[in-house]
Protein backbone atom coordinates (compact mmCIF):
# COMPACT_ATOMS: atom_id res chain seq x y z
CA UNK A 1 0.00 0.00 0.00
CA UNK A 2 1.37 3.38 -0.91
CA UNK A 3 0.98 6.50 0.89
CA UNK A 4 -1.65 8.00 -1.62
CA UNK A 5 -3.19 4.51 -2.83
CA UNK A 6 -6.54 3.33 -1.62
CA UNK A 7 -7.71 0.30 -0.26
CA UNK A 8 -10.27 -0.48 2.33
CA UNK A 9 -7.97 -3.59 3.43
CA UNK A 10 -5.66 -2.96 6.29
CA UNK A 11 -2.10 -2.69 5.28
CA UNK A 12 0.39 -5.43 7.29
CA UNK A 13 3.44 -3.48 5.71
CA UNK A 14 3.47 -0.76 4.02
CA UNK A 15 6.09 2.41 2.79
CA UNK A 16 4.60 5.51 4.87
CA UNK A 17 5.73 8.42 6.18
CA UNK A 18 6.15 8.65 9.72
CA UNK A 19 2.67 10.50 10.27
CA UNK A 20 0.69 8.06 8.03
CA UNK A 21 2.11 5.37 9.04
CA UNK A 22 1.31 6.18 12.82
CA UNK A 23 -2.00 6.88 11.26
CA UNK A 24 -2.86 3.90 10.04
CA UNK A 25 -1.63 1.68 13.42
CA UNK A 26 -3.75 4.33 15.29
CA UNK A 27 -6.55 2.68 12.93
CA UNK A 28 -5.43 -1.13 13.10
CA UNK A 29 -5.50 -0.19 17.18
CA UNK A 30 -9.32 0.57 17.08
CA UNK A 31 -9.06 4.23 16.25
CA UNK A 32 -12.40 5.48 15.65
CA UNK A 33 -12.88 9.02 16.25
CA UNK A 34 -10.19 11.31 14.64
CA UNK A 35 -10.50 15.10 14.54
CA UNK A 36 -7.40 17.56 13.66
CA UNK A 37 -6.63 21.19 12.43
CA UNK A 38 -4.63 21.58 9.28
CA UNK A 39 -1.17 22.99 10.41
CA UNK A 40 2.11 20.87 9.02
CA UNK A 41 3.59 18.72 9.94
CA UNK A 42 0.19 17.08 11.64
CA UNK A 43 -1.78 18.02 8.59
CA UNK A 44 -0.54 14.80 6.93
CA UNK A 45 -2.19 12.61 9.90
CA UNK A 46 -5.40 14.77 9.07
CA UNK A 47 -5.40 13.99 5.44
CA UNK A 48 -4.70 9.88 5.82
CA UNK A 49 -7.39 10.03 7.99
CA UNK A 50 -9.48 12.20 6.36
CA UNK A 51 -9.36 8.98 3.33
CA UNK A 52 -9.31 6.18 5.58
CA UNK A 53 -11.26 6.68 8.23
CA UNK A 54 -15.03 6.35 5.95
CA UNK A 55 -13.33 2.90 4.69
CA UNK A 56 -13.69 1.57 8.50
CA UNK A 57 -16.58 2.73 9.38
CA UNK A 58 -14.77 5.95 11.55
CA UNK A 59 -15.22 9.32 11.71
CA UNK A 60 -12.94 12.07 11.01
CA UNK A 61 -13.66 16.10 11.46
CA UNK A 62 -11.82 19.09 10.08
CA UNK A 63 -11.86 20.99 13.16
CA UNK A 64 -12.31 25.10 13.36
CA UNK A 65 -9.93 25.33 16.44
CA UNK A 66 -7.95 22.88 18.61
CA UNK A 67 -10.12 23.99 21.61
CA UNK A 68 -13.20 22.42 19.91
CA UNK A 69 -11.20 19.25 18.85
CA UNK A 70 -9.73 18.32 21.72
CA UNK A 71 -13.44 18.60 23.18
CA UNK A 72 -14.60 16.94 20.76
CA UNK A 73 -11.70 13.79 21.53
CA UNK A 74 -12.86 13.96 25.37
CA UNK A 75 -17.18 13.25 24.46
CA UNK A 76 -16.07 10.89 22.01
CA UNK A 77 -13.73 8.77 24.18
CA UNK A 78 -16.72 9.41 27.24
CA UNK A 79 -18.46 7.55 24.43
CA UNK A 80 -16.44 4.55 24.55
CA UNK A 81 -14.45 5.24 20.99
CA UNK A 82 -10.94 5.11 20.75
CA UNK A 83 -10.38 8.36 19.65
CA UNK A 84 -7.49 10.18 18.90
CA UNK A 85 -6.15 14.44 18.01
CA UNK A 86 -3.35 15.44 16.54
CA UNK A 87 -1.90 19.14 16.07
CA UNK A 88 1.52 21.09 16.24
CA UNK A 89 3.44 23.08 18.53
CA UNK A 90 0.99 26.36 18.42
CA UNK A 91 -2.19 24.16 18.36
CA UNK A 92 -1.16 22.28 21.57
CA UNK A 93 -0.84 25.47 23.39
CA UNK A 94 -4.38 26.07 22.97
CA UNK A 95 -5.27 22.88 24.76
CA UNK A 96 -3.78 22.94 27.37
CA UNK A 97 -6.43 23.36 30.00
CA UNK A 98 -8.02 20.29 28.31
CA UNK A 99 -5.42 18.29 28.85
CA UNK A 100 -4.88 19.45 32.31
CA UNK A 101 -8.54 18.56 33.33
CA UNK A 102 -8.57 15.05 31.14
CA UNK A 103 -6.30 13.86 33.67
CA UNK A 104 -8.09 14.43 36.50
CA UNK A 105 -10.85 13.47 34.73
CA UNK A 106 -9.19 9.75 33.94
CA UNK A 107 -9.88 10.57 29.99
CA UNK A 108 -7.76 7.61 28.30
CA UNK A 109 -7.41 9.64 25.36
CA UNK A 110 -4.27 9.92 22.37
CA UNK A 111 -2.88 13.26 21.62
CA UNK A 112 -0.48 13.36 19.25
CA UNK A 113 2.27 16.49 18.87
CA UNK A 114 4.30 16.70 15.67
CA UNK A 115 6.41 19.41 16.87
CA UNK A 116 7.89 21.84 14.88
CA UNK A 117 11.51 21.37 16.26
CA UNK A 118 12.21 20.13 20.02
CA UNK A 119 10.88 23.35 21.60
CA UNK A 120 7.52 21.52 23.11
CA UNK A 121 9.68 19.43 25.03
CA UNK A 122 8.92 21.55 28.56
CA UNK A 123 5.04 21.96 27.19
CA UNK A 124 4.64 18.27 27.14
CA UNK A 125 5.96 17.06 29.92
CA UNK A 126 5.65 20.20 32.63
CA UNK A 127 1.44 20.14 31.60
CA UNK A 128 -0.89 19.89 30.42
CA UNK A 129 -1.17 23.50 32.18
CA UNK A 130 -1.80 23.33 35.46
CA UNK A 131 -2.53 20.98 38.81
CA UNK A 132 -0.40 18.68 39.74
CA UNK A 133 -0.81 16.21 37.08
CA UNK A 134 1.09 15.19 33.82
CA UNK A 135 0.23 13.29 30.86
CA UNK A 136 2.21 9.94 29.68
CA UNK A 137 4.18 11.25 27.16
CA UNK A 138 6.21 8.72 24.34
CA UNK A 139 8.83 10.05 21.77
CA UNK A 140 9.37 7.79 18.71
CA UNK A 141 12.65 7.49 16.76
CA UNK A 142 11.44 6.51 13.17
CA UNK A 143 8.43 5.57 11.47
CA UNK A 144 8.23 1.69 12.77
CA UNK A 145 8.42 2.72 16.68
CA UNK A 146 5.84 5.62 15.91
CA UNK A 147 3.62 2.48 14.25
CA UNK A 148 4.23 0.42 18.05
CA UNK A 149 3.75 3.55 20.12
CA UNK A 150 0.09 4.41 18.56
CA UNK A 151 -0.64 0.16 19.42
CA UNK A 152 1.01 1.54 23.01
CA UNK A 153 -0.53 4.62 23.57
CA UNK A 154 -3.79 3.49 23.04
CA UNK A 155 -3.36 0.44 25.60
CA UNK A 156 -1.73 2.44 28.08
CA UNK A 157 -4.05 5.03 28.04
CA UNK A 158 -6.39 2.92 28.55
CA UNK A 159 -4.83 0.72 31.30
CA UNK A 160 -4.37 3.68 33.31
CA UNK A 161 -7.90 5.74 32.16
CA UNK A 162 -4.91 7.87 31.48
CA UNK A 163 -4.66 10.72 28.43
CA UNK A 164 -1.22 9.99 26.45
CA UNK A 165 1.12 12.12 24.38
CA UNK A 166 3.16 11.26 21.48
CA UNK A 167 5.57 13.67 20.65
CA UNK A 168 7.02 13.71 17.59
CA UNK A 169 8.32 16.44 14.68
CA UNK A 170 8.50 17.38 11.19
CA UNK A 171 11.28 14.85 10.54
CA UNK A 172 9.55 11.65 11.99
CA UNK A 173 6.00 12.85 10.03
CA UNK A 174 7.71 13.05 6.54
CA UNK A 175 10.69 10.83 6.95
CA UNK A 176 9.21 7.49 4.69
CA UNK A 177 10.04 3.89 5.54
CA UNK A 178 9.28 0.51 5.37
CA UNK A 179 7.13 0.07 8.30
CA UNK A 180 4.99 -3.29 9.46
CA UNK A 181 1.66 -3.34 11.39
CA UNK A 182 1.57 -5.66 14.38
CA UNK A 183 1.13 -4.24 18.04
CA UNK A 184 3.75 -4.72 20.37
CA UNK A 185 3.95 -7.57 22.94
CA UNK A 186 3.12 -4.87 25.64
CA UNK A 187 0.23 -3.62 24.30
CA UNK A 188 -1.76 -6.85 23.75
CA UNK A 189 -2.57 -7.84 27.39
CA UNK A 190 -5.99 -7.61 28.60
CA UNK A 191 -6.92 -3.80 29.70
CA UNK A 192 -9.98 -3.11 32.52
CA UNK A 193 -13.80 -3.43 31.63
CA UNK A 194 -14.86 0.07 30.40
CA UNK A 195 -17.48 0.72 33.16
CA UNK A 196 -17.22 4.13 33.04
CA UNK A 197 -18.39 4.72 29.54
CA UNK A 198 -21.36 6.90 29.09
CA UNK A 199 -23.37 5.82 26.90
CA UNK A 200 -27.04 6.01 27.80
CA UNK A 201 -27.65 2.42 28.32
CA UNK A 202 -30.96 2.26 30.76
CA UNK A 203 -31.10 0.98 34.11
CA UNK A 204 -27.23 2.70 35.10
CA UNK A 205 -26.37 5.20 37.48
CA UNK A 206 -25.12 8.34 35.50
CA UNK A 207 -21.33 8.46 34.85
CA UNK A 208 -19.40 11.50 33.80
CA UNK A 209 -15.67 11.81 32.68
CA UNK A 210 -15.25 14.91 34.97
CA UNK A 211 -12.53 16.26 36.64
CA UNK A 212 -14.93 17.92 39.09
CA UNK A 213 -14.65 15.80 41.77
CA UNK A 214 -17.93 13.47 41.14
CA UNK A 215 -16.61 11.28 44.13
CA UNK A 216 -19.16 10.95 47.19
CA UNK A 217 -17.85 11.38 50.94
CA UNK A 218 -19.93 10.18 53.78
CA UNK A 219 -17.10 10.76 56.45
CA UNK A 220 -14.95 13.44 54.83
CA UNK A 221 -11.18 13.17 56.95
CA UNK A 222 -11.42 17.22 57.02
CA UNK A 223 -13.95 16.90 59.96
CA UNK A 224 -16.71 19.12 58.50
CA UNK A 225 -19.74 17.82 59.90
CA UNK A 226 -22.33 15.78 57.47
CA UNK A 227 -26.15 15.31 59.09
CA UNK A 228 -27.26 11.68 58.98
CA UNK A 229 -28.30 10.67 55.36
CA UNK A 230 -26.19 13.55 54.38
CA UNK A 231 -23.69 13.55 51.72
CA UNK A 232 -21.33 15.94 50.03
CA UNK A 233 -18.87 16.06 46.94
CA UNK A 234 -14.63 15.86 47.44
CA UNK A 235 -13.49 18.40 44.59
CA UNK A 236 -9.92 16.84 45.85
CA UNK A 237 -10.05 13.45 45.29
CA UNK A 238 -9.17 13.67 41.46
CA UNK A 239 -6.00 15.19 42.24
CA UNK A 240 -5.03 12.73 44.65
CA UNK A 241 -5.45 10.10 42.53
CA UNK A 242 -3.67 11.48 39.32
CA UNK A 243 -0.74 11.91 42.00
CA UNK A 244 -1.11 8.16 43.13
CA UNK A 245 -1.37 7.13 39.51
CA UNK A 246 1.52 8.93 38.15
CA UNK A 247 3.45 7.03 41.21
CA UNK A 248 1.97 3.63 39.97
CA UNK A 249 3.14 4.68 36.03
CA UNK A 250 6.24 5.52 36.87
CA UNK A 251 7.05 2.27 38.93
CA UNK A 252 5.98 0.02 35.80
CA UNK A 253 5.91 1.74 32.16
CA UNK A 254 9.84 3.50 32.25
CA UNK A 255 11.29 2.94 28.32
CA UNK A 256 14.30 3.68 27.02
CA UNK A 257 17.77 2.69 24.75
CA UNK A 258 21.05 2.49 25.57
CA UNK A 259 24.20 1.42 24.05
CA UNK A 260 28.02 0.72 24.37
CA UNK A 261 27.58 1.97 28.66
CA UNK A 262 29.87 -1.23 30.04
CA UNK A 263 33.22 0.95 28.74
CA UNK A 264 31.79 4.65 28.36
CA UNK A 265 33.81 7.23 29.79
CA UNK A 266 31.66 10.10 27.92
CA UNK A 267 27.76 9.60 27.39
CA UNK A 268 25.86 10.93 24.39
CA UNK A 269 22.08 11.45 24.81
CA UNK A 270 19.01 13.08 22.69
CA UNK A 271 14.84 12.00 22.30
CA UNK A 272 12.96 11.48 19.60
CA UNK A 273 14.49 11.16 15.89
CA UNK A 274 17.68 13.07 17.24
CA UNK A 275 18.50 9.53 19.00
CA UNK A 276 18.99 7.94 15.88
CA UNK A 277 21.17 10.65 14.75
CA UNK A 278 23.34 11.02 18.34
CA UNK A 279 23.24 7.17 18.28
CA UNK A 280 25.24 6.88 14.60
CA UNK A 281 27.47 10.01 16.15
CA UNK A 282 28.61 7.67 19.02
CA UNK A 283 29.21 4.92 16.63
CA UNK A 284 31.25 7.16 14.54
CA UNK A 285 33.73 8.62 17.52
CA UNK A 286 33.83 4.93 18.87
CA UNK A 287 35.74 4.05 15.75
CA UNK A 288 37.93 7.16 15.84
CA UNK A 289 38.65 5.47 19.35
CA UNK A 290 36.83 7.97 21.83
CA UNK A 291 34.73 5.04 24.32
CA UNK A 292 30.97 7.37 23.72
CA UNK A 293 28.05 5.64 25.44
CA UNK A 294 24.52 6.60 24.69
CA UNK A 295 21.29 6.91 25.78
CA UNK A 296 17.63 7.21 24.21
CA UNK A 297 14.28 8.15 26.75
CA UNK A 298 11.42 7.08 24.78
CA UNK A 299 9.25 7.84 27.88
CA UNK A 300 9.83 11.42 28.37
CA UNK A 301 6.99 11.12 31.34
CA UNK A 302 7.55 8.96 33.29
CA UNK A 303 11.23 9.77 32.70
CA UNK A 304 13.69 7.18 33.13
CA UNK A 305 16.04 9.16 35.96
CA UNK A 306 17.44 6.07 37.11
CA UNK A 307 19.77 4.99 34.01
CA UNK A 308 21.29 8.86 34.15
CA UNK A 309 21.68 8.45 38.04
CA UNK A 310 23.67 5.45 37.23
CA UNK A 311 25.82 7.01 34.97
CA UNK A 312 26.19 10.09 37.20
CA UNK A 313 27.21 7.05 40.01
CA UNK A 314 30.44 6.41 38.06
CA UNK A 315 31.68 9.89 36.84
CA UNK A 316 30.75 9.76 33.21
CA UNK A 317 30.04 12.97 32.06
CA UNK A 318 26.65 13.46 29.41
CA UNK A 319 26.87 15.50 26.64
CA UNK A 320 22.83 16.52 25.80
CA UNK A 321 21.79 17.06 22.48
CA UNK A 322 18.19 18.82 21.51
CA UNK A 323 16.95 21.05 18.90
CA UNK A 324 15.75 23.55 21.26
CA UNK A 325 17.76 25.97 23.66
CA UNK A 326 17.81 23.10 26.77
CA UNK A 327 15.00 21.76 27.73
CA UNK A 328 15.70 17.79 28.52
CA UNK A 329 18.80 18.63 30.04
CA UNK A 330 16.91 20.04 33.14
CA UNK A 331 15.68 16.34 33.64
CA UNK A 332 19.35 14.53 32.59
CA UNK A 333 20.62 16.94 35.18
CA UNK A 334 17.66 15.72 37.53
CA UNK A 335 18.60 12.04 37.37
CA UNK A 336 22.53 13.00 37.19
CA UNK A 337 22.45 15.38 40.78
CA UNK A 338 25.52 16.99 40.38
CA UNK A 339 27.49 13.50 40.49
CA UNK A 340 28.96 14.23 37.00
CA UNK A 341 28.93 17.01 34.49
CA UNK A 342 26.45 17.45 32.24
CA UNK A 343 27.42 19.77 29.00
CA UNK A 344 24.47 20.93 26.73
CA UNK A 345 25.81 20.60 22.56
CA UNK A 346 22.66 20.81 21.03
CA UNK A 347 20.75 24.35 19.97
CA UNK A 348 17.81 25.92 17.81
CA UNK A 349 18.18 24.63 14.28
CA UNK A 350 15.29 25.36 12.20
CA UNK A 351 15.24 26.33 7.99
CA UNK A 352 13.33 29.08 7.02
CA UNK A 353 9.70 28.06 8.07
CA UNK A 354 10.31 27.34 11.51
CA UNK A 355 10.40 23.41 11.07
CA UNK A 356 13.61 21.80 12.93
CA UNK A 357 15.49 20.50 10.19
CA UNK A 358 18.70 23.16 10.12
CA UNK A 359 21.69 22.89 8.97
CA UNK A 360 22.84 21.68 12.69
CA UNK A 361 20.59 18.28 12.57
CA UNK A 362 23.82 15.99 11.39
CA UNK A 363 25.38 13.31 12.78
CA UNK A 364 29.02 14.88 11.31
CA UNK A 365 27.56 18.24 13.15
CA UNK A 366 27.06 15.81 16.83
CA UNK A 367 30.29 14.49 16.17
CA UNK A 368 32.64 17.73 16.15
CA UNK A 369 30.69 18.57 19.04
CA UNK A 370 31.47 14.95 21.15
CA UNK A 371 34.74 15.90 20.03
CA UNK A 372 35.40 19.12 22.10
CA UNK A 373 33.56 17.47 25.19
CA UNK A 374 36.16 14.68 24.60
CA UNK A 375 38.97 16.57 24.39
CA UNK A 376 38.12 18.82 27.23
CA UNK A 377 37.52 16.35 29.41
CA UNK A 378 40.87 14.46 28.61
CA UNK A 379 42.55 17.97 29.37
CA UNK A 380 40.72 18.46 32.80
Known amino acids: MSSTGSTTEAPRRAFLEGGHALAEAAIQAGCRFYCGYPMTPSTEVLEYMARRMPEVGGVCINVESEIEGINMVWGATGAGVRSMIAS ?15 VLGQVPAVVVNMGRGQGDYNQCTRGGGHGSQRLIVLAPANAQEAVETAYRAFHLAEKWRHPVLIYGDFLLSHTSEAVTFAPPDDATGPLPAKDWVTDGATGRSPRLLTSLGMRVVEAPEDGLAIGPGQTRTDVTAPMHMAVARHREIA ?3 IRFETAWLEDAELVVTAFGVLGRFARYAAQLAREEGMRIGFVRPYTLVPFPYDVYRRVGERGIPIAVFENNAGQMIQDVQLGVLGRAPVHFIGEISMDRSGFGVGPKIDALHILARLREVWAARSAA
Open 251 to 253: AQE
Open 88 to 102: TTNGMSLMQESLSEM
